[in-house]
């Protein structure tokens, strides 16, 4: 599975870290150094995460923080890939959005909205707030819902929360129309990560712990997909009924080790 | 359609009187008379609504006040719809409602719930009070929705509200639950009025507004039903492609007019 590669794919949460609530977090062992081994042999090397709840800017720093050497440029995530989709369609989003992540939106017309962006909002997701993104949707001649993300639920120090998806579902529902998903495991959303490296699907391989999201979505993509068990990994997901990854590795490290074997 | 009547199912909003927002509304001319009219002729009469931001209490002294004959008892609605349905099955509800209805279900043991009962809760929709619901629900062995309507949004004198079904939705989503919804159209809440009313559905009349809740409601239920040109009905409403009343009628009076000649 590990030959003919020229750029590798990497999930954050989970595979380079394990995040410990408000903020925290303590890095998999072996993955910093894996990262600076990738870097080191020239391989082409991005990151893709469905995080919403910070800036691309905000995240970076935490893992840097955490010693990985990794920069804004090289992460690909789901509020620049609705910006993108924005300026193509020449959408002006009404945001439903945590505020952290508001700056992410800093250049797109948000003037007189003709469509509703919605990520994982948090304390944002108010009665209010959900009235007014559901006005703005109801009132378009084509309501145009995009979701930074269908996640159902997360866990956080203080308990489970309701993710984006959940809420996602609540203006479906009321708006009668099917949202656009940003971000994992949507297949835009890869091909915008493999564009940035400069490499087609056929020789890159993506390495995540979501059986589905990262490595159902990268192979529909046409890449090879690795899943490791760390992370959100479960025994149970060696069976699972409809994605079967391209191999198994304990950890980020172990991948790095075979694909530079290879090389 | 008139023919071998003993009982009359009216629904109220729409039927009964308009309403104008903040507890206001006018009554559908002819309707307090025609209500006076069928508890005269010896018919038995139940009124059936969806309504659920009040107790029973509250929302028929509104009516009373609007010059109808109406008691608490000749009402059913959700709420003790749902009561009835908890203490058959043992249920013990975490309540996500309004204020309002809360005196509704007074007697039911709430300790230790081990269901959710959703129904439009309005301000009480916030990110803590939807988090705290899931949490209950996740937290079930076998998880129990309960929907008091699931009705999508409606308008109020400052515009557009998500109704009840969209948090149903949420929560159906994040658990991979199916809501049991009480209340117009379902079944039960038809057969919970006659039973009310001590009359077989193939001897009652259900006159409403609504053609899909109301009148294809009831006509699953083997009533016949009615649909009234006021309220919330639109002419587009009689090219249905599911539902076809047993008949139209202008307004209550005039069913009221056909129903008391035939007798």
């Not at 910093?32 to 800036?55: D, H, M, P, W, Y």
């Not at 369609?89 to 797109?108: C, K, N, Q, S, T």
Request: a negative charge.
């Amino acid at each position: 599975w590990a030959r003919a590669v020229r750029g590798l794919l990497l999930d954050i949460s989970g595979v380079l870290y394990d995040s410990g609530g408000e903020g925290g977090g303590v890095p998999i062992a072996g993955s910093v150094e894996a990262v600076r081994r990738i870097k080191a042999s020239g391989l082409k090397l991005q990151f893709c995460t469905n995080e919403t709840q910070a800036s691309r800017e905000k995240f970076v720093k935490k893992l840097q923080g955490l010693g990985f050497d990794i920069s804004v440029a090289e992460v690909t995530a789901p509020a620049p890939a609705a910006c993108r989709l924005l300026k193509e369609r020449g959408l002006r989003p009404h945001l439903l959005v945590h505020d952290d992540l508001i700056p992410e939106f800093a250049e797109i017309d948000k003037t007189n909205p003709n469509c509703v962006v919605i990520g994982d909002a948090a304390e944002n997701f108010s009665y209010a707030n959900l009235n007014e993104a559901f006005r703005v949707l109801i009132g378009l001649e084509k309501p145009v819902l995009v979701a930074l993300g269908k996640g159902r639920y997360y866990k956080e120090t203080d308990g489970l929360k309701l993710d984006v998806g959940a809420y996602m579902k609540a203006l479906e529902y009321a708006c009668d129309v099917q949202a656009e998903v940003v971000g994992k495991p949507a297949k835009t959303f890869f091909e915008s990560a493999l564009a940035e490296m400069g490499v087609p699907p056929e020789q890159a391989i993506m390495i995540g712990d979501d059986i589905v999201c990262d490595v159902g979505g990268a192979q529909q993509c046409g890449m090879r997909a690795v899943q490791v068990r760390t992370g959100k990994y479960r025994p149970c997901d060696e069976n699972h009924p409809q994605v079967k990854p391209d191999a198994y590795v304990n950890n980020l490290a172990e991948a790095v080790d075979v694909i530079l074997n290879q090389m």
